[in-house]
């Protein structure tokens, strides 16, 4: 694949087994949307009907859409004359690599009229006339997954080293309760100073002015807090590299209503401030009681 940029609108098609499904679900993690094997005569008034913005548009053939090899030439033909910005994207790989993954997969492929050797060479030969209409052509012999999607992330727009829109959840939890399922950071403050053995500040939860300035005050929380807001910060970016677009920072106490409720808190509004789009959950603070 090369390293040239270029945007959508895109159809996406090539052999089956080479990635197109991969290739489809790393541009709509950018914002594309992807239509994946509507019938043949449904692709031209799909482009003139959308309310979407073409550029960000992906259409997803295979030879399974009836007339593929006869008729689509024609019909991406007449497309490319209406709209001059529409890219082809052909995806292939290995005979001996789509062998091999469907033998891991077993699953059936779209020609199943006779040994899957047969029918991914037959494929080939049926898409070579589409393969010649391609502006791109994608081998994903040698790439994972993960590898495809990267580089997907260059072709629809993005710089290919982090994902874009990355959300971050900041939530709040009980130990007692259990870690969020979630979860890709854990942060335990349990070795924090308790605001739960104050009684004035028992029945209070951690974002209540009382509690805050207790916990403020206290000079190890704010290192804690400090050291872990910088670790935030520096693994958010390399988990972006990752292409993740959601990442979960759960923060847990005994009970979940004092020194976790805190710390999220300031965590989430420390990354705000930093220009990432924070969302700021307490999932337990209210199943706490007071007694």
């Known amino acids: 694949m090369t390293d040239r940029r270029f945007g959508g609108p895109f159809v996406i098609t090539g052999l089956s087994g080479s990635g197109k499904t991969v290739l489809s679900r790393a541009l709509e993690d950018i914002g594309y949307l992807c239509v994946d094997n509507i019938p043949l005569e449904l692709v ?46 052909f ?12 033998s891991v997969a077993r699953r059936p492929h779209p020609l199943r009229d006779g040994a899957i050797e047969d029918s991914v060479a037959a494929e080939r030969r049926s898409l070579s ?47 007692l309760q259990g870690v969020p399922s979630t979860a890709s950071l854990v942060f335990d403050v349990r070795f924090l ?9 028992r029945p209070l939860a951690g974002d209540e002015a009382p509690v805050t300035r207790w916990l403020t005050g206290q000079p190890e929380v704010e290192e804690a807090v400090r050291r872990l807001v910088d670790l935030a ?10 292409l993740k677009t959601h990442l979960t920072i759960a923060v847990g106490c005994t009970g979940g209503r004092h020194r976790s409720v805190y710390v999220a808190r300031r965590i989430a509004s ?13 999932r337990d603070k209210e199943q706490w009681r007071y007694t």
Do not use: C, W
């Open 44 to 89: 031209g008034s799909l482009f003139e009907t959308t309310d979407r913005d073409l550029e960000r548009l992906a259409v997803v053939l295979d030879v399974r859409a009836r007339g593929m090899a006869e008729r689509f030439p024609e019909i991406f033909r007449d497309l490319k004359r209406r709209h001059p910005d529409l890219r082809l994207v």
């Open 91 to 102: 995806v292939e790989a290995d005979p001996a690599v789509l062998l091999r993954r469907y």
């Open 129 to 175: 006339e589409v393969r010649g209409l391609a502006d791109l052509i994608v081998d994903t012999t040698h790439l994972s997954p993960h590898d495809l999607r990267r580089q997907v992330v260059t072709l629809g727009g993005g710089d290919g080293q982090s994902a874009p829109d990355l959300s971050v959840e900041v939530a709040s939890f009980s130990y």
């Open 193 to 201: 100073p308790n605001p739960y053995f104050e009684p004035e500040l």
């Open 233 to 242: 910060l520096y693994l958010i970016p390399r988990y972006g590299g990752e």
């Open 270 to 282: 420390a990354l705000e401030e930093a220009g990432h789009r924070v969302v700021l959950r307490h």
